[in-house]
């Protein structure tokens, strides 16, 4: 099957959808995904979308300076200034199309209840409870269907993008229902996968998040920038003895706003450690509150800390973190009561496709938008709250830039008609995504150094030997994309000899600015 539209949009959580509603007011858009529509990790965002709309007590200043601050050299200026002027047009935008945030008591904060995070030295989180992910993507997927402006295919995952002379005019895909391979042809392609945090054993991601999106783009010459950067959230749920046998599942996040509300982290023998770390405490960066947690626990021979919500009153964390509150209640815990036990999992990708602040590639008619994308707007360092604002500003800019690609009907292609099936069984898959899991976060996690990251490598490789064969059907391209992003992650992990923001160098542990204050990129030399 052979499909022609103006615009292709590869993914369909916040960076997608909000291509998709720019794309369509005046082009046809066909928008692939890899599951059901809400699988991504938007879905999933708790803490909030980081915006400056108080414009009493803060400033879109105040937000760029954090941002760079948080960002530890490596920020693009230029794109933050989008990010944070853009930000708060396209925020309104979403509260004008139904998106509704918390409303603070009195009138302060513009009428919105904004919550603090680590880094941000003003309250501007706006939020829905803590499932305001949920939220923004109900609000951007309702208006897309509503309208039925763009034609959705589910469980068609993108496998490889289509390059002819030079230029990016399709992907192909594999429906998942019929197993065919299907051919989108189009104007320009946005890829919008999302992360890739699922090549680590202990990760916040949805399944999805296996870097399909910068496996391929890489493999059809695309540019990749900043992969050594890798976000470990400080609070992941530690699971329980009885959940231990879904281990390959995402782990259950605890907000940052809850620490924002007063949440304190204890060690092991019950004391209070963030003093010894940073001045800004249990409110410090998240790579310093994560390695500060990693070192508590190897310290203490435990496999977590505790997150005491003490100092928060019962009813206010009730009605503020409802889904934290009954999920952790599901599964055991009375957060007013009990210390709830965490650890750092692996939860965002600073680093990906290389764009412009278009979203444009360095392939033509190829876009990339979202954690996919990395156009220096977190640089070393996310601040926390700025990746949904990154999806919906910049899912917006690369929208607007791929209708402006001329017509590509004129370039002719052909089809085969094939519908692969995998070579190897589900539980072969499985067990290589657990060694490429186990040997990246080991070897490559919260703390490298170059002998952890030849040892990863040299896993990964024998891993990698286990697909020498003709690979065309999604289920193993996937784990191929994991093998993939790992190599590439540590090989910029090796080069960078240096610590700095997320990426921390056991044997080199200071930061050097003479000669590391650069963005590493890589391309796929065929
Ligand atoms: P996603 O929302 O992940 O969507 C990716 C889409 O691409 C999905 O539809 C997926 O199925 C699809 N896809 C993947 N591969 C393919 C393929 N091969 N073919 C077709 N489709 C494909 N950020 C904040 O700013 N605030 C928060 O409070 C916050 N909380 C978070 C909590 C959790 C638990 C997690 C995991 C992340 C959180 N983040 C937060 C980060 C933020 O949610 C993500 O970075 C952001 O949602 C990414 O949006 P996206 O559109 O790029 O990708
Ligand atoms: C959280 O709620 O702690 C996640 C926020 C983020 O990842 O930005």
């Given at each position: 099957m052979v499909k022609h539209c103006d615009i292709i949009i590869v993914g369909g959580g916040i960076a997608g959808l909000r291509a998709a509603l720019t794309a369509s007011k005046s082009a046809k858009v066909i928008l692939l995904l890899k599951g059901k529509i809400g699988e991504g990790a938007t879905e999933k965002a708790q803490g909030g979308i980081a915006a400056a709309i108080d414009s009493i007590k803060d400033s879109t200043q105040y937000h760029l300076e954090d941002t760079l601050e948080a960002g530890a050299?490596?920020?693009?200026?230029?794109?933050?200034?989008?990010?944070?002027?853009?930000?708060?047009?396209?925020?309104?935008?979403?509260?004008?199309?139904?998106?509704?945030?918390?409303?603070?008591?009195?009138?302060?904060?513009?009428?919105?209840?904004?919550?603090?995070?680590?880094?941000?030295?003003?309250?501007?989180?706006l939020h829905a409870g803590d499932a305001t992910g949920l939220e923004i993507e109900k609000t951007l997927g309702n208006n897309l269907i509503k309208e039925g402006l763009a034609e959705i295919h589910e469980e068609t995952p993108g496998i490889d993008l289509i390059i002819k002379d030079s230029r990016c005019i399709g992907i192909n895909a594999q429906n998942l229902k019929t197993g065919e391979i299907e051919t989108y042809l189009a104007n320009a392609v946005i890829l919008a996968t999302g992360g890739l945090c699922q090549i680590f054993l202990y990760t916040t991601n949805p399944l999805s998040a296996t870097g399909d999106g910068v496996a391929m783009a890489y493999r059809a010459g695309a540019e990749v920038t900043d992969m050594e950067f890798v976000q470990f959230h400080p609070t992941a749920l530690v699971q329980f003895k009885e959940f231990e046998d879904i281990i390959a599942l995402p782990q259950f996040l605890i907000s940052e706003a809850v620490r924002g509300e007063g949440g304190i982290l204890l060690n092991k023998l019950g004391e209070r450690f963030m003093e010894k770390y940073h001045s800004k405490l249990e409110l410090a960066p998240r790579d310093v509150v994560s390695r500060a947690i990693f070192t508590e626990m190897q310290s203490t021979g435990s496999d977590h800390v505790y997150l005491s919500l003490q100092n928060i009153e019962p009813e206010n964390i009730k009605k503020r973190f409802p889904v934290i509150y009954k999920t952790c209640l599901e599964r055991g815990l009375d957060i007013t009561k009990d210390n709830i036990p965490v650890a750092?999992?692996?939860?965002?990708?600073?680093?990906?496709?290389?764009?412009?602040?278009?979203?444009?590639?360095?392939?033509?008619?190829?876009?990339?938008?979202?954690?996919?994308?990395s156009l220096g707007v977190?640089?070393?360092?996310?601040?926390?709250?700025?990746?949904?604002?990154?999806?919906?500003?910049?899912?917006?800019?690369?929208?607007?830039?791929?209708?402006?690609m001329p017509s590509s009907q004129t370039i002719e292609f052909d089809q085969e008609k094939t519908s692969p099936t995998p070579h190897l069984k589900e539980v072969e898959l499985?067990?290589?995504?657990?060694?490429?899991?186990?040997?990246?976060?080991?070897?490559?996690?919260?703390?490298?150094?170059?002998?952890?990251?030849?040892?990863?490598?040299?896993?990964?490789?024998?891993?990698?030997?286990?697909?020498?064969?003709?690979?065309?059907?999604?289920?193993?391209?996937?784990?191929?994309?994991m093998l993939t992003v790992s190599k590439l992650i540590i090989q910029a992990a090796l080069d960078r000899q240096e610590s700095r923001g997320a990426h921390y160098r056991s044997d080199f542990p200071e930061k050097d600015d003479v000669i590391w204050k650069k963005n590493l990129v890589y391309k796929n030399t065929p």
């Open positions: 050299g490596l920020c693009n200026e230029e794109a933050v200034k989008i990010l944070v002027n853009e930000g708060v047009a396209r925020v309104k935008e979403l509260i004008e199309m139904g998106a509704r945030f918390d409303k603070a008591e009195t009138e302060a904060g513009g009428g919105f209840a904004l919550a603090l995070e680590g880094a941000h030295k003003r309250r501007r989180i750092p999992a692996a939860h965002y990708a600073m680093g990906g496709i290389k764009t412009d602040v278009k979203g444009q590639t360095n392939i033509s008619g190829l876009f990339a938008a979202g954690e996919c994308a977190h640089g070393a360092n996310r601040l926390a709250s700025n990746s949904l604002l990154d999806g919906l500003v910049f899912g917006q800019r690369s929208a607007l830039a791929a209708k402006k499985q067990r290589l995504k657990l060694i490429i899991k186990s040997a990246i976060w080991k070897g490559a996690g919260i703390i490298r150094s170059k002998n952890s990251l030849i040892e990863a490598l040299r896993k990964i490789e024998i891993a990698e030997k286990q697909l020498n064969f003709m690979i065309s059907a999604f289920k193993e391209i996937e784990v191929m994309n």
